[in-house]
């Protein structure tokens, strides 16, 4: 079930060539409406989005810093098999 473009416009004009639409342009748009939905997602239910980001950003930098600390401190627990 789906709508040939060119079928549903050639009603309206005369001439065959004129009732083509350039792919491009078609995707260029699919492709702008697409972003949107995700932008929108995205933000859905947050009423504050740079908030969220600026949390985000510290929670990557503790765990950066924490993954840092733990490697040049020799002093972490150690595994012993027996």
Not at 13 to 30: F, G, K, M, P
């Amino acid at each position: 079930m789906g709508w040939n473009i060119y079928k549903l416009f050639s009603c309206c004009v005369n001439s065959e060539e004129s009732t083509r639409i350039d792919v491009a342009i078609v995707r260029e748009q699919q492709a702008a409406a697409a972003e949107k939905r995700l932008k929108e997602q995205e933000s859905r239910g947050v009423k504050n989005p740079e908030r969220v980001k600026r949390i985000q950003r510290e929670l990557k930098k503790r765990d950066e810093d924490a993954a840092k600390a733990a490697a040049t401190s020799g002093s972490g627990l150690k595994w012993q098999v027996t």
